[in-house]
T-cell receptor, first 115, second 112 residues
Framework: NAGVMQNPRHLVRRRGQEARLRCSPMKGHSHVYWYRQLPEEGLKFMVYLQKENIIDESGMPKERFSAEFPKEGPSILRIQQVVRGDSAAYFC?????????????FGPGTRLTVL | GENVEQHPSTLSVQEGDSAVIKCTYSDSASNYFPWYKQELGKRPQLIIDIRSNVGEKKDQRIAVTLNKTAKHFSLHITETQPEDSAVYFCAASDSSASKIIFGSGTRLSIRP
């Protein structure tokens, strides 16, 4: 079992460009969570998705950010018109089911740098 | 919503001594409290967790305690070793676990 995969591991974008971050959950997991970690800070919840559905997006900024988890393929976190403040590590996690009986396993993260 | 406070933000202990990290939470509906260890540039990894139906849990050199009345929980590491150096995060979630709310982290350094 390869675990949670994220790519790219490092992404550099100029202000105004788009960033696409991909997350492949562990085999058999249909629940995906995205978190953002600013330098020297804790992880902040962004969004929780199941296949083809957004369950909780209470941590997502209202503008420029979107997430999807299609029936086939990885979950995508998309940031449009990036700004310097978007520079952070973005972690996704996956779980087998909903509820805290199911551990969330984290991916290695994507480190986004906005120039 | 839930808010998790963690302290201290940095902690330096002599190798072999114990380290204690404390957290408080605000939402009485929270019933699951995991602790994560994050080494530099790496992913967070679950090291131990505790649920609200118990007050203490131990796994070798690591123990967690929970006081639901006071909404406090703590991580205790005994006989610290150099490989314990990392950032530790406490967290809380409720039964739905649509999200985990993390504390701000404690940078633990073990002095040789």
């Amino acid at each position: 079992n390869a675990g949670v995969m994220q790519n790219p591991r490092h992404l550099v974008r100029r202000r105004g460009q788009e960033a696409r971050l991909r997350c492949s959950p562990m085999k058999g997991h249909s629940h995906v969570y995205w978190y953002r970690q600013l330098p020297e800070e804790g992880l902040k919840f962004m969004v929780y998705l199941q296949k083809e559905n957004i369950i909780d997006e209470s941590g997502m900024p209202k503008e420029r950010f979107s997430a999807e988890f299609p029936k086939e393929g990885p979950s995508i976190l998309r940031i449009q018109q990036v700004v310097r403040g978007d520079s952070a590590a973005y972690f996704c996690a996956s779980s087998l089911g909903q509820g805290n009986l199911n551990e969330q396993f984290f991916g290695p993260g994507t480190r986004l740098t906005v120039l | 919503g839930e808010n998790v406070e963690q302290h201290p933000s940095t902690l330096s202990v002599q190798e072999g001594d114990s380290a204690v990290i404390k957290c408080t939470y605000s939402d009485s509906a929270s019933n699951y409290f995991p602790w994560y260890k994050q080494e530099l540039g790496k992913r967070p990894q679950l090291i131990i967790d505790i649920r609200s139906n118990v007050g203490e849990k131990k796994d070798q050199r690591i123990a967690v305690t929970l006081n639901k009345t006071a909404k406090h929980f703590s991580l205790h590491i005994t006989e610290t070793q150099p490989e314990d150096s990392a950032v530790y995060f406490c967290a809380a979630s409720d039964s739905s676990a649509s999200k985990i709310i993390f504390g701000s982290g404690t940078r633990l350094s073990i002095r040789p």
